[in-house]
């Protein structure tokens, strides 16, 4: 019998590392090389065009027509210099990753070939908006999508291709990609939390979202990827007995980085600055062959494409090193799985953090203002921030017995944790008597300068509070990190926004404007409470307390996603003005159907690898067993013989067992899936694949990984969790 598996392991174990390809000089000599930023801008524009261009990243105005024939021009010609041919509106629809559709810079000018590239076609196209995911927008209306350049990203050049950073837009101006509701929400936490600012530094005019994100990931041989069905179709595997060691000794985390890696991990940085990525981080994650990359933050939207140019950067350069990124959330069971930290802020114009404790009583203040409102906005909608996350992917990860559950709650560390509750402690909160500043200063001024520097880290919280920023931790390493900046930002933008209100009412009842917002706080302290947790949020008695304080504890994709269109959010979402009620639907019936076909295509995936593997494989094995039975009866005597046989007799019931439960369970499994197909309402489906579909996914592992043990391993025919964890 040929045995792929035992090639692969020995292809991918004999192989060496692949030397990167780092240009001469320093990584600042080549960084943004392959971007047309505002260096490049001023080289191949007219000061003015540059001006209009800066002022519309800014201020948002619209780029002239006029103007964005010359950009479109200039632009062409720093590309043509770059080696492209060929332009691309790239835009991030709501499948995974970006699109591109390239059209070549040339055109007929009547008598010749020559390379145009006109203002239209850099500011807008025309795409077929039915073939992407519209939630049946396209049904009641034209098919047609709109693309539309997003100045405030910068174009850049990949391989041939200059690639526009677009929104992506029904012909009836409904949203269908990430970047248009992501700009509408940093547009809105902008206004809401400029206004509030107001009350303490009137010089501030605008307030930026910051993102930075730590994207995990594992790496597999790509030989052995290969001949694993699960990891090819769906980015995780389906079955595998746990390896005996995998992540017990935690000696992989900060490990030595090994050889192939790290010249995987160069290849992918030196690509990253190119792409102005500042990559700052690198290392080995918790569970073996899994690992991290993380940059310095920046403007979310911006970082919100770099993270896109990442993922696909990390995919193609991967393959050189004969390697396959998985950046599914839970691709191994038993070891940890793939978040993608979304480390989130807010920040001024004027350089202040706002979740920066400050260095006097009014910085302070301003501190503990938007830390509780954050703290109050994520509590009212921690359903809505986890329905912000849920996947079919990341639902292995959050929710899944030996993961961390799907409950939203903040971590805030010791320190802050005292300083909010000593604000409402009636005891101390009689002497922050407004008439007397200095006793502000005990409450508010005494934040402790050590916090910047605070080690004070709780790695089981969904959503932790670091220092200067929140650690939204629930996030799943291959999704878009918009989806979850939206939520957060339209709701921290509503929660601003209602402060706001409640503070103007009691200045304009004649309170001093310091007396009535530390009110609001307080108020605010008191009621979100529940939301604030600082203990192990992996144990199971969190799950109890989780769901006595009210916290919405349900770990069903396709239910979580209703936080989406309850009556609370599609209020934020209006009001702020980040989505219809029309959109939301749509996108809950995209990811309805995206939920379906992962199951879907998981369930079939499985059943073909159980009967065309391990069923085969099993049988095989069984009949060697048999055979030798059968034979113990030709050389002893029968009682002897039979005595001689027992293990073996034991053994083959249990593999016949295993193999009856797996054809029944997939006969079953197979029932189930036909019975959800039919199903018409997405929500319904969707139900369905998760409730009846799904438990037999697990199911059928465990008969599958109970298999695992007891066949002649060398005649196994998948490569084993050691393999695919150990070998680099
Ligand atoms: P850790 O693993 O300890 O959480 P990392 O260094 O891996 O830290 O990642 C921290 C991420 O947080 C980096 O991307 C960093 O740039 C980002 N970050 C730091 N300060 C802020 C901030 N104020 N706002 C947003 N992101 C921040
Ligand atoms: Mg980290």
Known sequence: MISLRFDAVKEAFNRKAVQPEVPEGCSSEYFGKNVFDIEKMKKYLNADTVQAIQDSINNGTTLDRNLADEVAAGMMKWAIEMGATHYTHWFQPLTEGTAEKHDSFIDYDGHNVIENFSGKLLVQQESDASSFPNGGIRNTFEARGYTAWDTSSPAFVVDDTLCIPTIFISYTGESLDYKTPLLKSIQAVNKAATDVCGYFDSNVKRVNTY????????????????????????????????????????????????????????????????????????????????????????????????????????????????????????????????????????????????????????????????????????????????????????????????????????????????????????????????????????GIANVPEVLLDNTDRNRTSPFAFTGNRFEFRAVGSSANCASAIIALNSVVAAQLTEFKKSVDYLISQGKRKEEAILEIVKQYIKESKPIRFDGNGYGDAWKEEAKKRGLDCNGSTPEVIDAYTSEQSLKIF???????????????????????????????????????????????????????????????????????????????????AH??????????????????????????????????????????????????????????????????????
């Not at 594992?218 to 290969?226: G, H, P, R, W």
């Not at 939203?408 to 922050?432: A, K, P, R």
């Not at 034979?631 to 593999?655: C, G, T």
């Open 574 to 656: 209006e009001d702020m003005h980040i989505f219809t009620k029309k959109e939301v639907q749509a996108r809950n019936e995209v990811k309805w159907e995206v939920y379906s076909k992962k199951i879907q295509i998981e369930s079939r995936v499985l059943c073909d690898m159980a009967m065309n593997h391990i069923i085969p494989v099993a049988s095989g094995y069984q009949s060697l067993l048999l055979e030798k039975v059968a034979r113990m009866k030709l050389v002893f005597p029968a009682d002897e013989a039979a005595k001689l046989s027992e293990q073996d007799l034991d053994l083959i019931k249990n593999i016949a």
């Open 211 to 442: 993102l930075g994100w730590e994207q995990e990931y594992f790496l597999v041989d790509e030989s052995l990827y290969a001949v694993r069905p699960d990891l090819m179709l769906t980015d995780r595997t389906l079955m595998g007995h746990e390896s005996a060691k995998n992540q017990q000794l935690e000696d992989h985390y900060f490990g030595a980085i090994p050889a192939r890696v790290t010249a995987f991990m160069k290849d992918v940085e030196t690509e990253g600055y190119k792409f102005g990525i500042p990559l700052k981080t690198r290392h080995n994650e918790v569970a073996p062959n899994q690992f991290e990359f993380a940059p310095i933050f920046g403007e979310a939207n911006l970082a919100n494409d770099q993270n896109q140019l990442i993922m696909t950067l990390m995919k193609k350069i991967a393959s050189k090193h004969h390697f396959r990124v998985l950046l599914h959330e839970k691709p191994f069971a038993g070891v940890n799985g793939s978040g993608k930290h979304n480390n989130w802020s807010l920040g001024t114009d004027t350089g202040i953090g706002l979740f920066t404790p400050g260095k006097n009583e009014k910085e302070n203040l301003q501190f503990i203002t938007f830390l509780v409102n954050v703290l109050m906005a994520v509590y009212k909608n921690n359903a809505l921030l986890k329905a912000s996350v849920m996947t079919a992917q990341n639902e292995h990860r959050l929710g899944a017995n030996e993961a961390p559950p799907a409950i939203i709650s903040v971590f805030l560390g010791s320190q802050i944790s005292q300083i909010l509750d000593n604000l409402v402690d009636d005891t101390t909160s009689d002497e922050i008597t407004l008439k007397d500043k200095r006793h502000i200063c005990l």
């Open 659 to 728: 193999i009856q439960l797996i054809k029944c369970e997939s006969d079953a499994m197979t029932e189930a899936r036909k019975i959800a197909n039919g199903l018409t309402d997405g929500r319904t489906k969707a139900i369905a694949y998760h409730n009846n579909v799904l438990p037999y996914l697990n199911s059928i592992r465990n008969a599958i990984d109970a298999l695992e043990l007891v066949v002649d391993d060398g005649m196994w025919s998948l490569p084993k969790y050691r393999e695919l964890l150990f070998i680099r």
